[in-house]
């Protein structure tokens, strides 16, 4: 199984300011006949079902704000959230769907400072 | 627009069954696959496996195979997962989650369903 690894844990920033997020799959997930990382990015708030962020590392979704972005390639990637708002304050996990079993992060905490 | 549905809470005893629907409306329903993703209390995203809502067609993940049983109904647009031999670490919310092929993200989700197990 391709283990998915999140740094931080948690993390507190200010309002305005930019929050990082990693995650670490422990093998490539670049599938090198379409050019494409098997990465995703979703955010879960209190009582509801995750939300898609970004997929193929770096597609946006529709309507998600363009303060939220996604780059990295293979094995390392990162997601990105500049301007804090407050209604960014939630868990975000990322994903992986280049091979069953589809594998998720821990989750990282985000919280405002 | 996209929706699932999701059946309501159960509680169970250990042993038992549990048969959790997922309604979809606002797309073409056969043309997706249906993913399933638990979450324990306060805890992560575990993936259960997925059906290919066309023909059937499923892929469980190794940690549930022989409990966990997909189905679909396409004539109501409704999908399924069943788990039986139910065991108190089973107690979590389980969602479907919509994905364009078998190995793709999940663009819509349900709800969530709260499965219980308790003697």
């Known amino acids: 199984d391709i283990v998915m690894t999140q740094s931080p844990d948690s993390l507190a920033v200010s309002l305005g300011e930019r929050a990082t997020i990693n995650c670490k799959s422990s093998q490539p997930v670049f599938y090198r006949v379409n050019s494409r990382n098997y990465l995703g990015w979703y955010q879960q708030k209190p009582g509801q079902p995750p939300k898609l962020l970004m997929y193929?590392?770096?597609t946006r979704e529709s309507g998600v704000p363009d303060r939220f972005s996604g780059s990295g390639s293979g094995t390392d990637f990162t997601l990105t959230i500049s301007n804090l708002q407050a209604e960014d304050v939630a868990v975000y996990y990322c994903q992986q769907y280049y091979t069953p079993p589809i594998t998720f992060g821990q989750g990282t905490r985000l919280e405002i400072k | 627009q996209v929706q699932l549905i999701q059946s309501g809470a159960e509680v169970k005893k250990p042993g038992a069954s549990v048969t959790v629907s997922c309604e979809a409306s606002g797309y073409t329903f056969a043309t997706y696959w249906m993913h399933w993703v638990r979450q324990a209390p306060g805890q992560g995203l575990e993936w259960l496996g997925w059906i290919n809502l066309k023909n059937g067609d499923t892929t469980y993940a190794q940690k549930f195979q022989g409990r966990v049983t997909m189905t679909r109904d396409t004539s109501i647009n409704t999908a399924y997962m069943e788990i039986s031999r139910l065991k108190s670490d089973d107690t979590a919310v389980y969602f479907c989650?919509?994905?364009?092929?078998?190995?793709?993200?999940?663009?819509?989700w349900g709800q969530g369903s709260l499965v219980s197990v308790s003697s």
């Open positions: 989650a919509r994905g364009d092929g078998d190995e793709y993200y999940f663009d819509y």
């Open positions: 193929w590392a770096s």
